[in-house]
């Protein structure tokens, strides 16, 4: 898998990439809520996990990267897999719990704090040089959060903190999606991945709350459901983090603003559309920004 650097295609790709990732995030956030009444934060990271294993295996089965490679399981960058998985658990957990007590666009706009640390952890972890225009990209569209969010103070508890520690263990895992062999199938970086988090899930279920029980087939459906969603969002992100600069797709995270504002409001009556004006024009314009200087880059180097 190559790094679209100065390749404005691939760059573009791995743009749409995350951003349908971004979205299906957002749905599986809005099943999470739904369930969170009946369900405990604890339990619902299992299930996320136990039915992301699903496609999970179907793409690493159907992947001619893993069949020409004749099959490993095991590589030589394996902890750091095992690692991600850890701070997956950590990541979903602290967004879960948020969703208990937090508008569905309140806590995802929280967690869209993720650039600010992608484009900081990229220059300890992957060596790289955070030009100008990129920070200027990313507190663009930071702005623009914070003038969805319109902080006051008001409505501020001990839970607002969660979605943060959210964004820093998603940043995490997304900037050292980069550290991998080239050689190694995302898939199976993704099975790593889940398969971690769900042993790390039930290990935490069964010493804290234990499990509750499903009875209703509805549940299963709607357990099942977000684990699938989240399953391939975690795919995606993957994917596009690899196939570019985290730091350089780091903007992008604030287009899953606006689908979860209309998630929000169609299935909560949450966050007025009244909101997103004129702050959504700060994050689209930080993603533009991006989009224009990763094209000049490739004109110059071409």
């Known amino acids: 898998m190559t790094t679209a650097t100065n390749s404005s295609p691939s760059f ?23 369930l969170g009444s009946r369900y405990s934060t604890q339990e619902l990271t299992v299930f996320r996990n136990l039915f992301g294993l699903v496609p999970a295996l179907a793409i690493l089965v159907t992947s001619r990267g893993w069949a020409d490679a004749r099959r490993p399981v095991v590589f030589r960058q394996w902890p750091l897999a095992i690692a991600r998985g850890c701070l997956g658990v950590f990541a979903q957990m602290s967004l879960y719990l948020s969703l208990r007590y937090m508008d569905l666009a309140t ?12 484009a900081a952890l990229s220059v300890p972890i992957l060596g790289q040089r955070i030009g100008l225009w990129r920070w200027l ?23 607002s903190v969660l979605p943060i520690l959210a964004a820093m263990g998603f940043a995490s895992t997304s900037v050292t999606a980069k550290l991998f062999d080239t050689a190694v199938p995302t898939a199976l970086i993704n099975l790593y991945y889940t ?13 804290t709350v234990g499990f509750s029980g499903v009875t209703a087939l509805t549940d299963w459906l709607w357990l099942a459901g977000m684990g699938v969603v989240g399953g391939l969002a975690a795919y995606g992100m993957t994917t596009a983090n690899r196939m570019a600069d985290p730091s350089s797709l780091s903007p992008f995270h604030y287009f899953g603003i606006p689908s979860s504002f209309v998630l929000g409001w169609l299935f909560f009556a949450e966050a007025p559309f009244d909101d997103l004006i004129p702050a959504v024009f700060l994050i689209v314009g930080g993603g533009l920004l991006i989009i224009w200087r990763e094209r000049v880059h490739a004109d110059r180097t071409t």
Do not use: E, N, Q
């Not at 749409?16 to 999470?32: H, Q, W």
């Not at 806590?107 to 992608?118: Q, R």
């Open 137 to 159: 990209a990313v507190a663009i569209g930071f702005l623009g959060v914070i003038l969805i969010l319109r902080p006051d103070g008001s409505d501020f508890g001990w839970y």
């Open 12 to 34: 573009l790709r791995a743009v749409l990439v995350i951003i349908l990732a971004l979205v299906l995030y957002d749905v599986m956030s809005a099943i999470v809520k739904h």
């Open 107 to 118: 806590a995802s706009t929280l967690v869209f704090a993720g650039p600010l640390f992608i």
């Open 195 to 207: 398969s971690t988090a769900l042993i790390g899930a039930t290990i935490i279920v069964v010493a």
